[in-house]
Nanobody
Framework: VQLQASGGGLVQTGGSLRLSCSAS????????IGWFRQAPGKEREGVSC???????YYADSVEGRFTMSSDNANNTVYLQMNNLEPEDTAIYYC???????????????????WGQGTQVTVSS
């Protein structure tokens, strides 16, 4: 099982980025997928999640600005990030768990497979 996150970069406040998470070694529609982030000096936190049964979660801080979507044919999950703020600056990770019926709450513990992270920097 491998996850490859990409799409990070430097953007100004109010800008947009789309992160991609490519999965190999498994069919991601059989898994629950999450996006997490870790800012300097802070703990890793849940950003969004979609479970195999369609349960979804967005952190309060990103609700209405971030959206998860998927390309099943290419085994890829996306995180569209709009109206970015300096507080969104972090390394973003995608993660997967075979817990198909996960109740998405932004928790790290259920996720067993992690990508390497992609840096998002939002300048003020």
């Amino acid at each position: 099982v491998q996850l490859q996150a990409s799409g990070g970069g430097l953007v100004q406040t109010g800008g947009s980025l789309r992160l991609s998470c490519s999965a190999s070694g498994f069919t991601f529609t059989d898994y629950s997928i999450g996006w997490f982030r870790q800012a300097p000096g802070k703990e890793r936190e849940g950003v969004s999640c979609v479970s195999g049964i369609g349960d979804t979660y967005y952190a309060d801080s990103v609700e209405g600005r971030f959206t998860m979507s998927s390309d099943n044919a290419n085994n890829t999950v996306y995180l569209q990030m709009n109206n970015l703020e300096p507080e969104d600056t972090a390394i973003y990770y995608c993660a997967a768990t075979p817990a198909y019926g996960l109740r998405c709450r932004g928790e790290l513990a259920p996720f067993t497979y992690w990508g390497q992270g992609t840096q998002v920097t939002v300048s003020s």
